[in-house]
């Protein structure tokens, strides 16, 4: 499977202000996802990181508030935006790799904002 | 709206029995299912896949997929105290809008 790689791990922001997560993979993947969890909760798709074209959002998640970049094959960022409390998450970069498109996650970021 | 339902539990099962746990999705379109193990602060790491009906194992996991009635289950044998953990069920759909969605997921404490 892919080693993928993110940072920061955690972050402790402001509110008002912008946090932007980095994912690296250590090989070339079609489909890259960026998922929320929140405490004691599942996984929440927020977008797919498309390679050379726009994200494409899930409902209640908007481009302004999570832009997405994805510029090659391995890597891509999310920015969380004017940040408020109620974005304190755990955000995670995901890849699909392999037969049947498996999804592999990096360690997550954990975001808390005050 | 596609989704995918779990049991929340907390399920409790005593060590060496057999852990039953049961997932249901809305869409028939759903081309491949998944079952992760997230321990807590930890991130979801993948246990089985399967993709056609009938049942797929792997040590002492079994997956079990009917698309028909649109169900999902994994059995977890002989449990151990280190399979305590929440189970995410999730499904895929692979078109224009790949997407994979999770589950609520499932508590699981194996108690000694």
Known sequence: SAVISQKPSRDICQRGTSLTIQCQVDSQVTMMFWYRQQPGQSLTLIATANQGSEATYESGFVIDKFPISRPNLTFSTLTVSNMSPEDSSIYLCSVAQGAGEKLFFGSGTQLSVL | ?112
Do not use: H
């Open chain 2, 1 to 112: 709206q596609k989704e995918v339902e779990q049991n929340s539990g907390p399920l409790s099962v005593p060590e060496g029995a057999i852990a039953s746990l049961n997932c249901t999705y809305s869409d028939r379109v759903s081309q491949s299912f998944f079952w992760y193990r997230q321990y807590s602060g930890k991130s979801p790491e993948l246990i089985m896949s399967i993709y056609s009906n009938g049942d797929k194992e792997d040590g002492r996991f079994t997956a079990q997929l009917n698309k028909a009635s649109q169900y999902v289950s994994l059995l977890i044998r002989d449990s151990q105290p280190s399979d305590s953990a929440t189970y995410l069920c999730a499904a895929a759909w692979y078109s224009s809008a790949s997407k994979i969605i999770f589950g609520s997921g499932t508590r699981l404490s194996i108690r000694p």
